[in-house]
């Protein structure tokens, strides 16, 4: 996807003293990057999920202010109303689900590079131009490397309010009267991944596509058994990215916890969430700011009860940027806002999840023991 980024951004020289993290990599920690990865994927190009009623989808992703880039009787394609691919691309299939992400790589050699070092081919995408190599993440997640497809030009903008803020007036005889409407989605942001096989599947995304870890986070009582988080962006060298594309935690689940979407600002995002209310959609968390990455953010369950959030002003940080080290706890998940919802942190116990908790503790090749899902349960509700 084209981000359209202005000049660079000045950074703090420190972005260690309370912009991302009050800590870097003590001794002997990971700093969260390869010396020589296979390829750096530029940015995600879109999510594939599969739907059973493409109808309903299409009517949730107008709501939550997608523009629709193609509709076919099993294909929903969505976009956002900055330049670049689709943000999301929704097959009808058998039961609500996510299927994996879909990189965009810098060059096409990236893709030649990437199938002769994992042994397989690179495919042409079908029914559109553009060619992919398929791989699988260690976590068992389907994931996707495109290069060459299809590129919209950009639409017209919602247009940010004029505020006044600080000191300044901006804004006389006039009233503020943000529309309730669909907040318009720009693009999309980040994908965030629960696996048992976190250490595995951290260094693959790292190793093999070239990603950066902005931010880790451990269990307090557990820092020496390494961090069980990871906020990993891509590294467009000078170029800032977001603070995180892809983030994975530690967890007895497999797959997909949320997809974020950016939006002009915050209004859009409070008004647009109004709309949402009215509308009978359930909010999962917001409105607030959160810490790693500092995102505006505002959590939704769509109508098969997938987690999407509407973001804005998050942080865009190029390579120079070190990964920070904090504690893991539900508090420190946001700045402000209301308090983290057991519906976020995915805490309400369900037959669903003592299976997977159950599952999880028996398998013997993951990162999972039952000490550190005490300990993870414990983070979460501190
Ligand atoms: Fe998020």
């Avoid at 990437?114 to 994931?143: C, M, Q, S, W, Y």
């Avoid at 990603?211 to 020496?224: G, K």
């Avoid at 002003?313 to 983290?340: H, N, R, T």
Wanted: aromatic share 8%.
């Amino acid at each position: 996807m084209m981000i359209e980024i202005p000049a660079p951004i000045d950074l703090p020289a420190s972005a260690h003293s309370g912009l991302h993290s009050e800590d870097g990599p003590e001794r002997g920690e990971s700093r969260g990057r390869a010396k020589d990865p296979v390829i750096k994927v530029r940015d995600l190009a879109w999510l594939l999920f599969e739907k059973p009623d493409l109808d309903r989808a299409e009517i949730f992703a107008r709501d939550f202010g997608f523009t629709i880039a193609g509709r076919t009787s099993d294909e929903l394609r969505l976009r956002g109303s900055f330049a670049g691919s689709d943000a999301v691309v929704i097959r009808k299939g058998p039961k609500s689900r996510f299927v994996g992400p879909v990189f965009q790589a810098q060059e096409a050699s990236d893709l030649d590079r990437l199938a002769r070092h994992f042994g397989t081919e690179v495919d042409k995408l079908v029914g559109r131009p553009g060619r992919i190599v398929n791989l699988i993440d260690p976590a068992g997640v389907p994931v996707g490397v495109v290069h060459g497809a299809d590129m919209h030009s950009a639409l017209p903008e919602q247009v940010p309010l004029v505020l006044n803020t600080g000191a300044k007036l901006n804004r006389a005889n006039a009233t503020q009267r943000p529309a309730r409407e669909p907040a318009r989605v720009q693009r999309l942001g980040h994908v965030v991944l629960e696996t048992p096989k976190f250490g595995a599947a951290l260094d693959w995304y790292v190793e093999t596509l070239g990603m950066i870890v902005s931010d880790f986070l451990f269990l307090p009582d557990q820092r020496d058994l390494g961090p069980t988080m990871a906020f990993m962006r891509c590294d467009q060298g000078d170029i800032p990215a977001d603070h995180h594309t892809l983030a994975m935690h530690l967890s007895p689940g497999k797959g997909y916890v949320h997809s974020a979407y950016q939006v002009t600002d915050l209004d859009a995002i409070g008004a647009g969430g109004a709309y949402l209310a009215e509308r009978g959609y359930q909010r999962a968390w917001g409105i607030g700011r959160h810490v790693q990455g500092s995102q505006l953010f505002d959590y939704w369950r769509d109508p098969d009860k997938l987690m999407v959030e509407h973001f804005a002003d998050g942080d865009m940080f190029d390579s120079s940027i070190e990964c920070g080290w904090a504690p893991m706890s539900a508090s420190g998940l946001a700045q402000w806002g209301p308090p983290v919802t057991r519906d976020f942190l995915g805490t309400s116990p369900s037959p669903a999840r003592l299976r997977e908790i159950r599952d999880a503790l028996h398998a013997d090749d993951n990162d999972l023991t039952t000490s550190r899902l005490l300990s993870i349960l414990k983070a979460m509700s501190s």
